[in-house]
């Protein structure tokens, strides 16, 4: 698989893959869904963005990130966000291992690290999607 904004060259790394791969299921089913890498963006950019979207009806944001990174057991997950509370600058992570870690609040600087956290060598990075229901709120019912 290839990253667009990459050379034609470099292949993506696994993680981005799942990023992206998300992306065109969700896509699938009508939503319009931005993917971005935090490589290629900013705290700032993400906080704003992020906060933004939770605050509109019919949006959503999905993160990709190191559980390491976090002190949390496993590799690489992803999850959604809930919530933003800017008085605490957190973000508040959903986790869909619901059985392996429970809902939890995380300092936005702390998420974007373990979002910007290199993959490896010559590798990029995770990131997130900014996703959004149709403008008329209609959502296809196919199923695959």
């Known amino acids: 698989m290839r990253c667009p904004s990459r050379s034609p060259a470099v292949a993506l790394s696994r993680a981005e893959a799942a990023l992206i791969e998300v992306a065109r299921v969700l896509r699938a089913y009508g939503l319009s869904v931005d993917v971005r890498y935090a490589g290629q963006s900013s705290i700032d950019a993400f906080r704003g963005r992020a906060a933004e979207h939770l605050g509109r009806p019919g949006s959503h944001v999905i993160v990709n990130y190191s559980r390491t990174a976090l002190g949390q057991d496993g590799p690489g997950h992803i999850s959604p966000l ?6 605490s600058d957190r973000f508040l992570i959903l986790d869909v291992s619901r059985y ?9 600087e702390r998420l974007f690290a ?7 060598p010559d590798a990029g990075t995770r990131g997130f999607l900014l996703i959004r229901a149709p403008a008329n709120g209609s959502v296809p019912t196919q199923h695959f």
């Open 114 to 120: 373990a979002m910007a956290e290199p993959i490896g």
């Open 82 to 87: 809930g919530a933003y509370d800017a008085d």
């Open 100 to 108: 392996k870690a429970p809902a939890v609040w995380v300092l936005a």
